[in-house]
């Protein structure tokens, strides 16, 4: 009796975790919720340390941080209120893992010296997923 007990504890026990790590799906239901395009500057390829970024998402997250935390802004950047809470700027990664972005896109963006426009999408003000696009 004692095993089965534990081993119903140990079931429920999995099933919550693997709920609670559920992946965001495109289920139609989420929609556009912001866009704006920013020009990738050199500021934006190197964090607040020095430290030179490699990954697109930092540095589209770093741009939005230069933009709305230290007000280090190229001309041009538009900006969007949805990245303007350090919250939702901690969740780009994810929410760019969740979305598109075309291989060549990245490179330039790592590269910098480009412009970009972000998709946010999502339900209400939820963020679930960003698409990215490198623009003239």
Known sequence: MK??????????????????QSTI????????????????GNDDL???????????????????ANYHAYRRRDRGD???????????????????????IADDAGNYIVRGNVWIKVDIYGRGDIGEWVDVHVQD
């Open 3 to 20: 095993k089965l007990i534990l081993s119903l504890l140990l079931a429920v026990s999995m099933a919550d975790a693997a709920a609670a």
């Open 78 to 100: 538009e900006g969007d209120s949805f990245f303007s809470l350090p919250s939702n700027r901690q969740k780009l990664e994810a929410m760019l893992a969740n979305g598109n």
């Open 46 to 64: 190197y964090n607040s340390k020095g430290e030179r970024l490699t990954a697109p998402w930092q540095i589209i997250r770093q741009d939005r």
């Open 25 to 40: 799906t495109r289920d139609g239901s989420a929609k556009l919720i912001e866009s704006y395009r920013a020009y990738i």
